[in-house]
T-cell receptor, first 112, second 113 residues
Framework: GNSVTQMEGPVTLSEEAFLTINCTYTATGYPSLFWYVQYPGEGLQLLLKATKADDKGSNKGFEATYRKETTSFHLEKGSVQVSDSAVYFCALLNSGYSTLTFGKGTMLLVSP | DVKVTQSSRYLVKRTGEKVFLECVQDMDHENMFWYRQDPGLGLRLIYFSYDVKMKEKGDIPEGYSVSREKKERFSLILESASTNQTSMYLC????????????FGPGTRLLVL
């Protein structure tokens, strides 16, 4: 079956540091890929997505590029803020269905 | 903006009780989903529904059932709650147009004593 693997957290950074959260997947074909973010006490919200190979999704300074050669979709941000502290989930769309398979999530903690 | 609401933010129930978790979406979405979220396990799909009165099992349906009598409402039912069902429950919906962005509610944190 399909699966998503994310780096374990927590990731602890100082404000303005560079962020990378690794995500790799196993799936047949080339599924759409997503990053969701969950702020404390809230549900998940879509951060960005890419629907085909070499696409780059971007939003709020975050970026991720769909790399089919390495089956990866790493999340990056050049300069994190305290307000970026949250849990980040990588996910893929299962073919033939409307369901998503999620990674286990990576907690990001940004200190001033 | 899509809005997905869940009936309770926090719920405390006793072992053996029947528990209903309600979810409502206001954007005429075809698809609705129930997940549970546990530390170290991420999100796991319990049940989903493509349309009214239709339901499909997800990865962990045991101990749960669902009901979708109206398009906007999707209920998760714990027939006889057990302590291992203590968790955060998240509802989501999606349009069903193939792009499949899911929109989530705020979650219900359920404690079964």
């Amino acid at each position: 079956g399909n699966s998503v693997t994310q780096m374990e957290g927590p990731v602890t950074l100082s404000e303005e540091a560079f962020l990378t959260i690794n995500c790799t997947y196993t799936a047949t074909g080339y599924p759409s890929l997503f990053w969701y973010v969950q702020y404390p006490g809230e549900g998940l919200q879509l951060l960005l997505k890419a629907t085909k190979a070499d696409d780059k999704g971007s939003n709020k300074g975050f970026e991720a590029t769909y790399r089919k050669e390495t089956t990866s979709f790493h999340l990056e941000k050049g300069s994190v803020q305290v307000s970026d502290s949250a849990v980040y989930f990588c996910a893929l769309l299962n073919s033939g269905y409307s369901t998503l398979t999620f990674g286990k999530g990576t907690m990001l903690l940004v200190s001033p | 903006d899509v809005k997905v609401t869940q009936s309770s933010r926090y719920l405390v129930k006793r072992t053996g009780e029947k528990v209903f978790l309600e979810c409502v979406q206001d954007m005429d979405h075809e698809n609705m989903f129930w997940y549970r979220q546990d530390p170290g396990l991420g999100l796991r799909l319990i049940y989903f529904s493509y349309d009214v009165k239709m339901k499909e099992k997800g990865d962990i349906p045991e101990g749960y059932s669902v009901s979708r009598e109206k398009k906007e409402r999707f209920s998760l039912i714990l027939e006889s709650a057990s302590t291992n069902q203590t968790s955060m429950y998240l509802c989501a919906s999606s349009l069903g147009d193939g792009r499949e962005t899911q929109y989530f509610g705020p979650g219900t944190r359920l404690l079964v004593l």
